[in-house]
């Protein structure tokens, strides 16, 4: 049987760039969908959208990832998948140098289910190296389940870290570090 999930993040973050440390903590708003299939050979499909911005020192681009994944447990206690991650990165500006990439990830999400309580553990990493640019994308934490008539409502809290090493610009390092709390919530039908 075929299901989804729908989902929207806001993402409480403080940055570093090239070590030093942004003048103000941001909010990021991270939107998710996930399309899941009973068909054994063909991956799932999820799309997130992530939007990065930090003043001083400037930062700001979209990312964008395209995940392709199987679930290789998924039952009410654990779930875990695992795929790969094309991770985009869109309209991005890293002090004063515009940058358009792709960058491949490899790609896990697990899910433990708290035994008589509708909580659940999970852990989402998406980590990859290519041509000199290294990527990771992690975040942990509980999800409550709250059952309706035809869907489930997941209220999701959590850490989130990003740690980009980017090898795009000429003259000029690209390490970003961006760490915080999320809260969102999550249709999954």
Same mark, same amino acid.
């Given at each position: 049987?075929?299901?989804?999930?729908?989902?929207?993040?806001?993402?409480?973050?403080?940055? !570093?760039?090239?070590?030093? *440390?942004?003048?103000?903590?941001?909010?990021? #708003?991270? +939107?998710? $969908?996930?399309?899941?299939?009973?068909?054994?050979? =063909?991956?799932?499909?999820?799309?997130? /959208?992530?939007?990065?911005?930090? &003043?001083?020192?400037?930062?700001?681009?979209?990312? =964008?990832?395209? =995940? $392709? +994944?199987?679930?290789?447990?998924?039952? &009410?206690?654990?779930?875990?998948?695992? #795929?790969?991650?094309?991770?985009?990165?869109?309209? #991005?500006?890293?002090?004063?140098?515009?940058?358009? *990439?792709? /960058?491949?990830?490899? +790609?896990?999400?697990?899910?433990?289910?708290?035994?008589?309580?509708?909580?659940?553990?999970?852990?989402?990493?998406?980590?990859?190296?290519?041509?000199?640019?290294?990527?990771?994308?992690?975040?942990?934490?509980?999800? +409550?389940?709250?059952?309706?008539?035809?869907?489930?409502?997941?209220?999701? #809290?959590?850490?989130?870290? =990003?740690?980009? !090493?980017? &090898?795009?610009?000429?003259?000029?390092?690209?390490?970003?570090?961006?760490?915080?709390?999320?809260?969102?919530?999550?249709? &999954?039908?």
């Amino acid at each position: 049987m075929a299901g989804g999930k729908v989902g929207a993040d806001a993402w409480f973050m403080d940055a !570093d760039v090239n070590s030093v *440390e942004a003048d103000d903590a941001s909010t990021s #708003g991270s +939107y998710y $969908a996930a399309l899941e299939h009973p068909l054994p050979l =063909i991956p799932n499909a999820k799309i997130r /959208q992530t939007s990065v911005s930090v &003043d001083n020192p400037d930062v700001d681009f979209d990312q =964008i990832d395209f =995940i $392709a +994944y199987y679930e290789f447990l998924d039952n &009410d206690l654990v779930s875990v998948d695992a #795929g790969i991650n094309m991770q985009r990165f869109q309209s #991005g500006k890293f002090q004063g140098q515009s940058f358009d *990439e792709w /960058q491949p990830n490899v +790609y896990v999400d697990a899910r433990v289910g708290l035994v008589g309580t509708p909580l659940n553990v999970f852990a989402t990493v998406s980590k990859g190296e290519f041509d000199g640019t290294s990527t990771l994308d992690a975040e942990a934490g509980l999800i +409550y389940q709250l059952g309706l008539v035809a869907a489930d409502l997941n209220v999701r #809290g959590g850490y989130r870290m =990003i740690e980009h !090493d980017f &090898d795009y610009f000429d003259n000029n390092k690209g390490e970003l570090d961006l760490t915080g709390f999320f809260v969102g919530a999550e249709l &999954d039908f």
